[in-house]
T-cell receptor, first 113, second 116 residues
C-alpha cells in the first residue's frame, strides 16, 4: 500500500520543548515538502528537499529545522524558537520535475500545553 | 511572480444543485494548475490537474475545471452537489522557474457547504 504516513496524529508541546514530526513515503519520490496550515491562510511552505542530504528554506522556516538522510524520510523539528507552533502540519512528496503532482500525508496537529 | 486567488472563502449550495468554485491565477509562464480537496482534519487529495494537454480537465467525483487563458481563470465545477462534497477546496499553481520547480502556491481555500 503506497503512500505517505505522518506521525503522530496529535502532538503536544510544552514551553521550551523541541518536538519532531515524522514523515515517511514509499512512493520513491525524490522531493519532499513540509507545510503549515492555519485557518483561513491556506498552506505555507516551511522547508523542502529535492534530493537526499539537501534541503531549502521555504517561506516560513524560522523556528523549524529538517533533515533528509534517507530518500523516504523527511522529519520536521519544531524548536523552542517557534513562538506560535499551534497548527496543522502537512507533509507531501513528488517527483522533482516541473509541474509534478504533490501527494499529501494525513497531517499532524500540534498543540501547545 | 506567480499567484492564485480564490474569489470566495465560503460557498453554500443545496444538494443536487450545481457547484462553482472560482479561481484566478497569475503566471508569467505556462502554468500547471491543480485543485485539491481537504476534508476536516485530513490531508489534501488531488481532484484534478491541468498541464496544457486540454483546457477542460475532468477529475474525480464528477468535478471538472476549465482553463481559460484569456481570463486567467481555472474555475471548478460539478453539475450536482452531494453531501459528501462538503469540504475545503484549494486552487494551486506550480512554480515553474528558478531552483524551486515543483513548489506549489496555494490559494486561501474555499469552504463548500452542502445543505440537504
Amino acid at each position: 500500500d503506497g503512500g505517505i504516513t505522518q506521525s503522530p496524529k496529535y502532538l503536544f508541546r510544552k514551553e521550551g520543548q523541541n518536538v519532531t514530526l515524522s514523515c515517511e513515503q514509499n512512493l520513491n519520490h525524490d522531493a519532499m515538502y513540509w507545510y503549515r496550515q492555519d485557518p483561513g491562510q491556506g498552506l505555507r511552505l516551511i522547508y523542502y528537499s529535492q534530493i537526499v542530504n539537501d534541503f531549502q528554506k521555504g517561506d516560513i522556516a524560522e523556528g523549524y529545522s529538517v533533515s533528509r538522510e534517507k530518500k523516504e524520510s523527511f522529519p520536521l523539528t519544531v524548536t523552542s524558537a517557534q513562538k506560535n507552533p499551534t497548527a496543522f502540519y502537512l507533509c507531501a512528496s513528488s517527483q522533482r520535475d516541473v509541474g509534478q503532482t504533490q501527494y499529501f500525508g494525513p497531517g499532524t496537529r500540534l498543540l501547545v500545553l | 511572480a506567480q499567484s492564485v486567488t480564490q474569489l470566495d472563502s465560503h460557498v453554500s449550495v443545496s444538494e443536487g444543485t450545481p457547484v462553482l468554485l472560482r479561481c484566478n491565477y497569475s503566471s508569467s509562464y505556462s502554468p500547471s494548475l491543480f485543485w485539491y480537496v481537504q476534508h476536516p482534519n485530513k490531508g489534501l487529495q488531488l481532484l484534478l490537474k491541468y498541464t496544457s494537454a486540454a483546457t477542460l480537465v475532468k477529475g474525480i467525483n464528477g468535478f471538472e475545471a476549465e482553463f481559460k487563458k484569456s481570463e486567467t481563470s481555472f474555475h471548478l465545477t460539478k453539475p450536482s452537489a452531494h453531501m459528501s462534497d462538503a469540504a475545503e477546496y484549494f486552487c494551486v499553481v506550480s512554480k515553474n522557474y528558478g531552483g524551486s520547480q515543483g513548489n506549489l502556491i496555494f490559494g486561501k481555500g474555499t469552504k463548500l457547504s452542502v445543505k440537504p
